[in-house]
Every structure is written in C-alpha cells, then in structure tokens.
Nanobody
Framework: QVQLVEFGGGSVQAGGSLRLSCAVS????????MAWFRQAPGKEREFAAA????????EYSDSVKGRFTISRDKDSNMLYLQMSSLRPDDTAVYYC??????????????????WGQGTQVTVSS
C-alpha cells in the first residue's frame, strides 16, 4: 500500500515562500500521477498542482499558476511543492495524493487512490 507523508508547512507572511515535501513509500511502477490538493476551512478540497511520476509533465490550477512549482525526485521518492508570493487565500491544509495507474493528470480528488495526512499552511497579511 502506498504511503504518503507531508511535511514543511507552517506560518508565513504574505509575499513569503514555503516548500512542502511529501515522502512517497511503496509506489511501484511509473504510470502514476502525483498531486497537491488543498482545503481551506469551510471549503471543498481543491486541486493545486500535479506531476506525472514518469515524464514529469505538470499541471496547475489557475489560482497557483506562476507562483507554485511542483516537482518530484524519483531517486529519493519525494514530491515537492515550492510556493512563492504566498497570499492569505493560500491558507489551507495541503495534501499530497497519488493516482497509481493512469495515463492522465486528473484534477478531481475522487480519482486519487492514496492521500497523506495533510500539512497546515497559514499565510498572514
């Protein structure tokens, strides 16, 4: 069973940067998509960014495009989200997720098979 553990969240002022990390265990094969989702209080979980585990193709939501960068390191089994120019509306719990067998990048949470426990990001104005 795939295991995902996020770390790197915290509190930062608007305009600052944070890097989230996700340690990936027991992921076999390469036809997976890794993603970051986020959930703010009282809101639904929303897609932020995703990357193909094999080819490295990426997709971003409009709200983070140009400010966030998703990447993965297959050798160390790590997923990252570099967040810059943070805004108060980026405040949320951030989750990493994996869709194990896919040829596409999905933007809906229901397609993802495994999830981490989440890490809090708080951006103050």
């Amino acid at each position: 069973q795939v295991q995902l553990v996020e770390f790197g969240g915290g509190s930062v002022q608007a305009g600052g940067s944070l890097r989230l990390s996700c340690a990936v265990s027991h992921l076999t094969g390469s036809s997976a998509t890794m993603a970051w989702f986020r959930q703010a209080p009282g809101k639904e979980r929303e897609f932020a960014a995703a990357v193909r585990w094999d080819g490295g193709n990426t997709e971003y939501s409009d709200s983070v495009k140009g400010r966030f960068t998703i990447s993965r390191d297959k050798d160390s089994n790590m997923l990252y989200l570099q967040m810059s120019s943070l805004r108060p509306d980026d405040t949320a719990v951030y989750y990493c997720a994996v869709e194990v067998y896919t040829l596409d990048i999905a933007r809906f949470a229901r397609f993802y098979d495994y999830w981490g426990q989440g890490t809090q990001v708080t951006v103050s104005s």
